[in-house]
């Protein structure tokens, strides 16, 4: 009978979950949502960023469909695709991966019954099951319902004294069905409890092993991400390796200390320290992001909905709800953020208790403490070795777990006690093109930096008319520094430059100054100095230039004058400002014509947190030597779909005018995407209204030729050959990837030092009907044109353009840049 998967106690289920009532905006516990206090596996787990659908969302769990669209993957696979050798070749390799084989696995039917009872809820339900444990077998109980190996008819004398209670069969799952899945996670789940480890968010925690830094109130806590998923063949437990910075000190410690040392005026410095930080609640475990801080609020404040609550105030509330005793009741309210994370919920804040809220990372009067930093970064430093070691760690103490060993015994399962291995095979090295059709190899940790500085520009323009504005103090120091970029600028036409100083070192002074020189002069381009990164003066700038202006723009900081790297600067400035004008500095060959590679990424108004921007690049040739770049603005994940297609219709528009009238052969869009929910409205929305869209640009459905592909640079699988990085241009597309799926992990970047992530590439529409192979060879040529790099990006450079574009408008000019600007304006 000790081998069940048991219930939690009402307690401990009333300290452990909560949800929100829309209404009240506090936590609430709903105690008819799910009875006996039975705890809920998959909680802090639905978003997950794992890049496959790990954890079932409750209309997935209800529902007989699978997690993914099947019509779209239909529609992917069925295609006859277009196949060529020479993109099969490659060396071939085996890697370790962050998996764990479960062998034996669980091979028998599961069947689902509902537990129903005439009278009263009966308050001994679990004991009820136990008792029964004979006949049942290995069980789980969540909720009003039972799972077991048992086949219907299962009839349990389970009447008590006050009421009959009896089973109804329900369902059977299949040993193939994602929600077989269930068991495993729940069996890992209670062995990770066990062990003593805490959950914080969606990851695992152990506090009781925490490493700490001397006269600081800070530790680092070891911590775990799992997931279990059914691949081709095998149920693999998929382990990735964290840690989080956690403060001995409570939010209210902080503001005792504020109050210490500001005295009456420590409202705005309290506000500066806590807003954007990141509070743990230590009566649920949850993480939010403080937004603001309430001092017209504090514990003995009413609910808002107090004619419901009886008057109820914060501290009572807590007191009922949490059993928390809440001591300090002048305190100040935090203010967070508790929309549902799909994004598509309505906005919803609630306040927290600073006295139950630790704080995780650090207040920004650390940030800048020296040993702090220093600190932090070793802490931060995982090599592939150390992070083999915490995985091999992990493994082993689960392995010794009393409580895993007996429940996989019973359940038929055994967990390998090694690290899964997968076969890839390696790309082979890349060729770019330079000027005068110069060929140069690209050595095997992706670099190329002797003939970034020295070969000439594949496609140069020429620039006449620019102007240097920079501070008197710098007048010496910025034209010595000219003097190398014009020295570096090789085959591009760059002219002495006419020069502005500027002696108002003020945001306001520096656009003064551009007023003066883009008025005045009409230059093609302008370079700015400025003394240091200042965080108004640089926007202030930008909003000249791409909002008031359309001048493309280059600034350089002062520190570029006293670096030892300088004359390096000086190239890249050379590079950037040709990029600027039109020009590229390499290519690289594409195996197909007329194709247009798009990169999409949107991000959020770093101030206006309701505005959202799509950013787009597009190629318009096959050399990449001409691209046009794409801003909006949306609210809405309906405007979102619209801008990505009016943009897309304009990026079009564009190609056909550069390319005598005729409209793209194929289309390659990546988009960015790192959760799991987002990928499924993407898929469903996005991809549908693009393909739609292209439809009618082309005329005929059958003509429009579209690879759409979504790019994750956060997974959580982890890649090992032997304890080393797996080498560049490393591929995997089978056996840790979806069957349903045209799915792969691409390694286009080398890390010395800390352990590295391959970037995932999922295919989610393919009526280019381009190869796997051809879309990988494709995807890993493309992250050698990132033009401000002499070596290779974790990504295809259209989208990281893209990104760049969007972070470049969502942090400094707050709306999109003026139409007229082109090219790759924002290098």
């Known amino acids: ?105 669980l091979d028998k039917y599961l069947y689902k019954y509902k537990i129903r009872f005439e009278g009263d809820r009966p308050t ?119 840690q989080k910075v956690l403060s001995r000190m409570s939010v209210l410690d902080l503001l005792e200390r504020t109050i210490e040392d500001h005295g009456p005026d420590y409202q705005e410095a309290f506000r500066d320290e806590v807003i954007g930080l990141s509070v743990w609640t230590l009566y649920d475990n949850k993480m939010y992001r403080v937004e603001d801080v309430a001092f017209s609020h504090n514990p003995l404040s009413i609910l808002p909905v107090a004619a419901q609550r009886g008057n109820m105030t914060y501290k009572e509330f807590f007191k009922e709800k949490w059993g928390v005793t809440i001591r300090s009741t002048s305190q100040p309210m935090l203010v967070v953020d508790d929309t549902p994370r799909s994004g598509r919920g309505k906005i919803e804040k609630c306040f927290l208790i600073p006295e139950v809220c630790a704080i995780t990372g650090l207040v920004s009067s650390l940030k800048n403490e020296g040993d702090v930093k220093s600190w932090i970064a070793a802490q931060n430093l995982v090599t592939p070795q150390r992070r083999i070691e915490r995985l091999m760690d992990f493994n082993l103490r689960l392995l010794r777990s009393p409580t895993l060993q007996r429940q996989f015994e019973n359940w038929n399962m055994l967990l390998d006690s090694k690290l899964f291995e997968v076969s890839g095979r390696v790309l082979p090295p890349q060729k770019l093109i330079f000027g005068n059709d110069c060929e140069v190899d690209v050595d095997v940790e992706g670099t190329w930096g002797l003939a970034y500085n020295e070969k000439n520009f594949f496609h140069t323009k020429e620039l006449q008319n620019w102007i240097v504005v920079t501070p008197s103090v710098y007048r010496m120091e910025t034209e010595k520094f000219v003097g190398k970029v014009l020295e570096n600028a090789r085959n591009f036409h760059l002219s002495q430059p006419r020069w502005l100083e500027v002696t108002d070192l003020s945001a306001e002074g520096y656009s003064s100054a551009l007023d003066r ?7 093609r381009a302008v370079m700015v100095i400025t003394p240091g990164r200042h965080p108004y003066i640089y926007p202030a700038i ?40 039109g020009g590229i500095p390499w290519t690289i060959y594409m195996p197909l014509e007329r ?53 897309l219709s304009k990026a079009l528009d564009k190609f056909r005018d550069v390319n005598d009238k005729h409209l793209p052969s194929r289309i390659i869009i990546y988009r960015r995407s790192g ?9 469903e929305y996005e991809v549908r209204r693009v393909h739609d869209g292209l439809a009618r640009f082309y005329g005929e459905e059958n003509r ?74 494709i995807s890993y040529r493309l992250t050698h044109m990132y033009f401000t790099n002499s070596h290779t990006i974790r990504v295809p450079a259209p989208l990281q353009y893209a990104y760049k574009l969007g972070a470049m408008v969502a942090n400094s000019l707050h709306t999109p840049p003026r139409s007229e600007i082109k090219n790759l304006f924002f290098v």
């Open 1 to 105: 009978m000790e081998d069940s998967v048991e219930c939690e106690s009402d307690e401990a289920f009333v300290f452990k979950n909560r949800q929100y009532s829309q209404t009240m905006n506090i936590p609430e516990y709903k105690k008819d949502q799910q009875p006996w206090g039975i705890d809920n596996p998959l909680d802090n787990c639905d978003d997950t960023p794992w890049e496959h659908s790990f954890f079932l969302s409750e209309n997935q769990w209800n529902s007989d469909s699978e997690c993914e669209s099947d019509e779209e993957h239909l529609y992917v696979n069925e295609q006859v695709l277009e196949e060529d050798p020479e993109d099969k070749k490659g060396d071939p390799v085996r890697l370790r991966t962050n998996y764990f084989k479960v062998s034996c696995q």
């Open 517 to 523: 020189a883009i008025f005045d002069y009409e230059p």
């Open 595 to 647: 194709l247009m590679i798009v990169g999409v990424d949107v991000c959020q108004d770093k101030i206006h947190k309701d505005r959202n921007y799509l950013s787009l690049v597009a190629t318009l040739d096959k050399n990449l030597t001409n691209y046009v770049t794409l801003s909006s603005c949306y609210e809405t994940e309906g405007q979102k779909t619209s801008c990505l297609m009016t943009n």
């Open 675 to 683: 959760l799991t929910k987002e990928v499924q409205v993407i898929t």
């Open 124 to 242: 001994n339900i679990q004991e009820l099951i136990k008792s029964n444990f004979e006949i049942i077998g290995p069980y789980i109980l969540e909720w009003y319902s039972l799972y077991c190996t048992k086949k219907p008819p299962l009839e349990l004398p389970l009447t008590d004294a006050a009421n009959h209670v009896y089973l109804e069969f329900v369902n059977e799952l299949q040993p193939q069905e994602p929600r077989h899945l269930r068991i495993y996670e729940i069996l890992l789940k209670r062995s990770l409890e066990e062990l003593k480890f805490k959950m914080i968010g969606k990851c695992y925690y152990d506090l009781e092993s925490p490493g700490r830094i001397e006269n600081h109130t800070l530790e680092v806590c070891p911590g775990y991400m799992t997931a279990v998923n059914k691949f081709h063949e095998d149920v693999l437990i998929g382990v990735d390796v964290t």
């Open 704 to 777: 429009v030729k579209l690879s759409f592909i979504i790019v994750s640079t956060n997974p959580r699988t982890r890649l090992f050959h032997g304890a080393e990085n797996p080498p560049l241009g490393t591929v995997v597309d089978s056996v840790i990837t979806q069957p349903t799926r045209n799915d792969f992990y691409l390694v286009s970047h080398v890390s010395k030092e800390n352990s590295l992530t391959p970037t995932y590439y999922n295919v989610v529409h393919n009526s280019a009907r381009l190869s796997l192979e051809k879309i990988q060879i």
């Open 542 to 581: 930008m909003k000249k230039c791409y909002e008031e202006y359309s001048v493309p723009c280059q600034v350089i900081t002062d520190g570029c004058f006293s670096s030892d790297q300088q004359n390096d600067f000086a190239v890249k400035v050379a590079v950037q400002l040709n990029c600027k004008m």
